[in-house]
Nanobody, 120 residues
């Protein structure tokens, strides 16, 4: 079992900033594409941003220019820097790790989730 440990959620006012962190085991982190997803009640979990082991990033249009995903390979940690937060960013945010192993088997693991609430 692969454990992803998230931290950094909380309550912030509109326009504020938060940084989420997710630590993964080193043998996983070095090969995995790491991502952040979010989910609100009654909706499907959606991708916010991800970053490959080589550092290539991808993010959804709604967060472009506001959120930045990055990874620190020395610390086995992926970050999501969230600036200019809006009430519609309120959700549970989940860290994800996915990689392809032997025989083209895909492995996909999730963190426990961290609540982000944007409200005045």
């Amino acid at each position: 079992q692969v454990q992803l440990v998230e931290s950094g959620g909380g309550l912030v006012q509109p326009g504020g900033s938060l940084r989420l962190s997710c630590v993964a085991p080193g043998n996983v982190f070095s090969i995995a594409t790491m991502g952040w997803y979010r989910q609100t009640p009654g909706t499907q979990r959606e991708l916010v941003a991800d970053i490959t082991s080589g550092g290539r990033t991808n993010s959804v249009d709604s967060v472009k220019g506001r959120f930045t995903i990055s990874r620190d390979n020395a610390k086995n940690t992926v970050y999501l820097q969230m600036n200019s937060l809006k009430p519609e960013d309120t959700a549970v945010y989940y860290c994800n790790a996915v990689w392809k192993g032997a025989f083209s088997t895909y492995y996909n693991y999730w963190g426990q989730g961290t609540q982000v609430t944007v409200s005045s």
